[in-house]
């Protein structure tokens, strides 16, 4: 099997499919291929969309992949589009991997049509940032897998979650591949076990393809890194530790676990891959040349620049609360990190001061996310926060009889939240450098990852 022949016939694609585009394009691949890939419903969405899943060749070992885990990631879909043709085209292919193959190009219908209007471009930080969205945490299919840990107690799975779990017991894979993506920065991976002769490659299929490694900070402090650019599989349990530690309190977590943890308790020898890649980059994430700040400067600045802009939301979401419905999608995200950033911060601000590696000087990598990188991020909830009024405001137009009041305020939050939108992307984009990466690049990348994985998991288990 030709590894790089796979790779290189990914097609230049210059949009993201919508959710009924994939859903005709897995019943397509089955009528053309009716003795080689099948389509089942999994399940159901929450409301009522069925979930798809296409089950291609009858290897001994079962591989299972998913896409859209959060629907603001939608890269994965774009990987299982490509590769679940090429399996069902190449007969070599999928004989010489080895694998019967499950594949979800979108487990959470739902919410993915609520990211549909930035799906088409233009790619810019301000559309992809004005048209965001990301459920709470116990809304998300990747955490909210059953968990006891310590005093952490879950069992609430959605029903997207429920028909990913029914899958995990029924298939018990043995590679699991989680099609994740990160918004700006560079190409980094999450793999549950350790294996070092493995990385070279992860690392090589971002770098052939001219995409940066994020080089910066973990996504979290807690996190174990492997290698560069190559972390563990993190797991609820660690973040309830870390917390707990720094804060000398139970931690008020209200999910549960990720789909890799619970993969591992069905099948402990279940290797779970993430292969994380941005829609932008800016060259500084892979700088490691020295700056003028220490990393703990740079991680106090961060965590200030983030205390004024979500006290600046609590501010504009002030007078509007009594008028925001419970079922309102885009809210519930933005209240969440508002409180974590209240009270979470006090945590992390300990971290920083309490290692002493943290006086060095920080890499232009490490500043870059610190304060770069955090600031394309916390964007994002200001474009919930301008959503969360626009949901209200078109609700209460419907209304016969309507609160005008409500209506005026909703209004003015509305606008100035808008406002504030224009000049806070504007800012971003004159103070980033950042260029939008074609989605055949980001396929390729995620296509190698798994083929190498796939590969390793064939030969030596």
Known sequence: MNVRSVVDHVPDYQAFLTVDEMDESCRRLAREFPGIVTVFEAGKSRKGHPILCMKIGDGPKNALCFACPHPNEPIGAMTLEYFSRALAENDELRDGLGFTWYMIKCIDPDGVRLNENWFKGPFTVYNYTKNYYRPIGYEQVEWTFPIDYKEL?????????????????????????????????GAYW????????????????SIKQGIPLNLGEPEEPFITKFSPAIFKNMTIGEAY???????????????????????????????????????????????MS????????????????????????????????????????????????????????????????????????????EVFDNLYAAKFYNGLYLGLTVRTCAYE?????????????????????????????????????????????????????????????????????
């Open 153 to 185: 107690h879950f069992h609430n799975p959605l029903p997207e979650t429920k028909a990913l779990m029914k899958l995990i017991e029924e298939t018990k894979p043995e590679f699991m591949y989680s099609l994740h993506n990160a918004g700006f920065g």
């Open 190 to 205: 999450y793999i549950t076990h350790d294996y070092p002769e493995l990385y070279e490659g992860l690392r090589n299929s």
């Open 241 to 287: 530790d870390f917390i707990e530690k720094y804060t000398g309190e139970k931690p008020n977590i209200k999910n549960g676990t990720s789909s890799s943890d619970y993969a591992g308790s069905v099948n402990g020898d279940c290797v779970t891959l993430l292969t994380e890649l941005p829609y932008f980059f800016d060259s500084r994430i892979e700088d």
């Open 290 to 365: 020295e700056s003028e700040m220490t990393r703990k400067e740079a991680i106090l600045k961060g965590v200030e620049v983030s205390q004024a802009h979500f006290a600046r939301l609590d501010l504009i979401l002030q007078d509007i609360r009594p008028y925001v419905q419970k079922e309102n999608p885009f809210v519930k995200l933005v209240e969440e990190v508002i409180q974590y950033v209240r009270e979470g911060s006090e945590a992390k601000i300990k971290w920083a001061k309490s290692n002493p590696e943290f006086e060095k000087s920080a890499k232009i990598a």
């Open 393 to 461: 405001i078109e609700r209460l137009q419907l209304l016969e009889s309507r609160d005008e009041e409500a209506l005026c305020k909703l209004k003015e939050a509305h606008d100035s939240g808008e406002k504030l939108l224009d000049e806070y992307c504007h800012e971003l984009e004159n103070e980033l450098d950042y260029t939008f990466i074609p989605i055949q690049k980001l396929v390729r990348i995620q296509v190698e990852s798994g083929l190498i994985v796939a590969n390793y998991i064939r030969e030596n288990r």
